[in-house]
């Protein structure tokens, strides 16, 4: 493997690819890559915003930051509902991840230990895609000249991600938002406008209910469903009304009991989307998160960095 120590610094460079065509319709990748010969480690993100909005730029402050510590970071644009409803953006996921590994040598990444990255839904996708990496419906885009790959992750780190999207979408139904609430609202600033489109959203996505309960992490792991599980690290913010916690506590016991194993991180008082918000709870995320990705790639790590200490860029 490619040496990767989370304390470096490279410059980077950011540009844009076609991954993926179908008929006279594109899909763009933007890489951020570490200035060098390499080749380095290699890193998918997928972007959340409901299954429904945002692109590959939306996490644009963690990937740069990941880049610079010495990872090519792929992040991807897939097929958003509505017009497209599950699990398409699974078979996006699936697809990309393939992409990757049969293209790592062209954008001097390494294809070895790929791992993922997942905010919001996008949590929810990576996740579902590395856990059933053959599923039909989710390996149904052929992938010229490297049939034999498959959707395996070495890694996936989750960030504030949706892993009981039946158990969200009944939360969001129930839930009267006030407004402490605001900040959880992240762009749409109204915690009563994202109440409602997290339900609009989700049966635009889903379609239905038992959708929800059949493409859910949780559930399949509660299910005894056979699945792949790779090591996780996931994050998550106590004050965040958009997933609730205590859904990402239910989801780390049932992989943990499950037998995968799974690193959980508590954020006290922080929202959703508070990694790429900038200040001392992202920078300790980011933090976190070389950490993880070193001890996956088999290298060893500084230890943790003291409060007094500036936080890395």
Known sequence: MPRYDPGQRHEIERFDLEYRRAGRDTWLARVYRPLGTGPFPALLDVHGGIWSYLDRTADAPMDESLAASG????????????????????????????WLKAHASELKADPRRLGGLGVSSGGHMVMLSAMRPNDPRYAVLPLAGAPELDARLAYIVA?????????????????????????????????????????????????????????????????LEPVSLPPTLLLHGTADTNVPIVMAEDFAAAYRAAGGVLEFEVFLNAPHFFGLQGGPDAHRALRLIKAFIARQLGHATRGPRRQDQPPPT
């Open 71 to 98: 990872l090519v970071v792929v992040a991807i644009d897939f097929r958003l509902a509505p017009p497209h409803s599950y699990p398409a953006s699974i078979a996006d996921v699936n697809y990309a991840t393939r």
């Open 159 to 223: 960030c504030w991600p949706v892993m009981d999207p039946y158990r969200r979408y009944v939360n969001a139904q129930e839930t009267s938002y006030d407004g402490t609430a605001v900040e959880s609202a992240g762009p749409f600033r109204s915690p009563e406008v994202l109440r409602q489109r997290i339900l609009k959203a989700q049966l635009d996505y889903f379609g239905s209910l038992e959708a929800m309960r059949e493409g859910n992490p949780r559930l399949i792991l509660e299910r």
